[in-house]
């Protein structure tokens, strides 16, 4: 049985993501630092699991652990290791629901880093990923993964497997951010997955590993010109585009601005760019503007990508 | 219109290619660089291009330029640029036909190379890249370019596109070579081609471009580990396995010999296997010992993965 750590109240903060990266559906997501949510976990007596208050944009989150991705998330660490002692957490939503930005991912890696730390012999990451991935299955009603091991890892992350789940941090060019526009709307991952049709024609499923390749390979070799070429969703993006008011002008606008490339982040409706620092403001103002055009206000990020994924914050 | 270069007859060397690399149909390929195909061309006074012979595993090899791939490769170069002079090509084939290791390709590239050589203001690769396309054609009734562009350009080779191909050359662990078992059979591209469905489910999908990621990601990083686990094709390969007596015990061979991962070489029904060097003796001599098994004689080569693509030999 893991023994106490020295404190009793540990603060996490997990970043938002931008899962599929448009050429990785499933497998691909990356961290966006400037935007997250925060548990809080307290130590209790009674050995359940418990949440105390949910903040920030959190709308209607249900607070029955059991229903809830970073309840569920600590539950599942709390019953493997049958913990004598329980936890209260409190939830702070800096990430909007349903908005394809990874707010239920974060939620439950915040939960699970935050619960790990009052363990004085810390889970592994990979571990860690086990009970956040139980988190997550309430949120999608698909276990995937691509949200939940960039947030904890940090940075562009492709992972592989769930059982056994390879997880690979692969470098991203200094010179690049992403541009994150979320609608204010909502759309729900279960539906977004719904519409999915359940084949890939052979020529568009070559065209788009050749597309993942090329991104891939232009990420480790810094060559900019290779992830702009390879930067084209041609299996997900027509499938779900329709869902989005205005996703057409929006990425048009993104590319005019001068992105590298700009698709549907996560199941949507939040779209983010790839630019180079010194065009994104442009592309963000570019973005925001065609969704205004749509009758949508929207938040906008502009934000590194690389960091060290979920940690903590306090104490 | 190009000049004469100083020379009237140049040999240039293209090496084998193994397509598909297991997880990247279509769109990678890699050189083998222990055998190849060699053409001789000499420039003649007539503009037409010519097949004075076909020497080595030549088999039945059509030596109408049109029907040929070398030919066709020069005729299309040589229409093009609209040449007074003509060629007349010597072609001395190392690859054995109908293997799966790239054997019309590497007589195009080496043609088309070696044509180049002739002139004094040479094509770049790239434009060497679209006429040896027009031989590959003929061979295999589609176009790809996934044994060309290795051939040409050496290593491990990404290509994307076909009108504006992108060629991207990907690092190769120092300690790996490949082994590559040719049985004594032969399986032409266009038959193990229309076997193939047209679509792909999207859980495979899914599975599919996790393991080239990882594969990619794997090689960039020098990560074994990673290589040996993404190095898994599960939508060509079920489909194409049947066609080639004994290929699960081959490769069930190569895997307990320590081979990184071994599946068909193109469109088979040759064989290879990625293996660290220590490892491609016993490696090799399982894979020969299963094909041996199912009444099977094979060739077998062992090679380094990386060198510098198709070049002059002579003079």
New interface residues.
């Given amino acids: 049985m893991p023994k106490k750590s020295a404190y009793d109240d540990v603060t996490a903060f997990a970043p938002a993501t931008v899962a599929n990266v448009a050429i990785?559906?499933?497998?691909?997501g990356h961290t966006v630092e400037a935007v997250g949510d925060r548990v809080r976990i307290k130590r209790i007596e009674a050995p359940e699991v418990r949440i105390c208050s949910i903040t920030g944009v959190a709308g209607e989150l249900p607070v029955e652990p059991e229903r809830n991705t970073a309840g569920r998330a600590v539950q599942a660490m709390h019953q493997a290791l049958k913990l004598p002692y329980g936890f209260e957490l409190s939830i702070d939503k800096g990430i909007p629901l349903s908005s394809g930005m990874g707010g239920s991912a974060a939620s439950a890696v915040a939960a699970v880093v935050a619960a790990n730390a009052l363990l004085a012999e810390p889970l592994t990451r990979l571990q860690l990923l086990q009970y956040a991935i139980q988190g997550e299955i309430i949120a999608s009603g698909a276990v995937h993964v691509d949200n939940i091991a960039p947030s904890l890892f940090g940075g562009l992350v492709?992972?592989?497997?769930i059982d056994h789940p390879?997880v690979?941090q692969?470098p991203v060019p200094k010179s690049v951010r992403c541009v994150l526009v979320h609608p204010h709307m909502q759309l729900a991952t279960r539906e977004a997955r719904a519409i999915?049709?359940?084949?890939?024609?052979?020529s568009d499923?070559?065209w788009?590993?050749?597309?993942?390749?090329?991104f891939?390979?232009?990420c480790?070799?810094n060559?900019l010109d290779?992830i702009r070429?390879?930067f084209d969703d041609v299996?997900i993006e027509p499938q779900r585009q329709s869902m989005i008011p205005g996703f057409g002008e929006v990425k048009q606008a993104a590319m005019a601005a001068g992105a590298l490339g700009c698709s549907i982040s996560g199941a949507g409706p939040t779209i983010f760019a790839w630019a180079e620092t010194h065009r994104t403001v442009a592309v963000q103002a570019g973005m925001v503007a065609a969704f205004r055009a749509h009758g949508l206000d929207s938040d906008a990020w502009i934000s590194v990508i690389e960091n060290d994924g979920a940690r903590i914050v306090n104490p």
């Fill in positions: 990785g559906f499933d497998i691909l492709l992972t592989v497997g390879r690979k692969i999915l049709k359940a084949h890939v024609t052979r499923f070559v788009q590993t050749a597309n993942l390749a090329g891939i390979s232009g480790y070799s060559d290779m070429e390879s299996v």
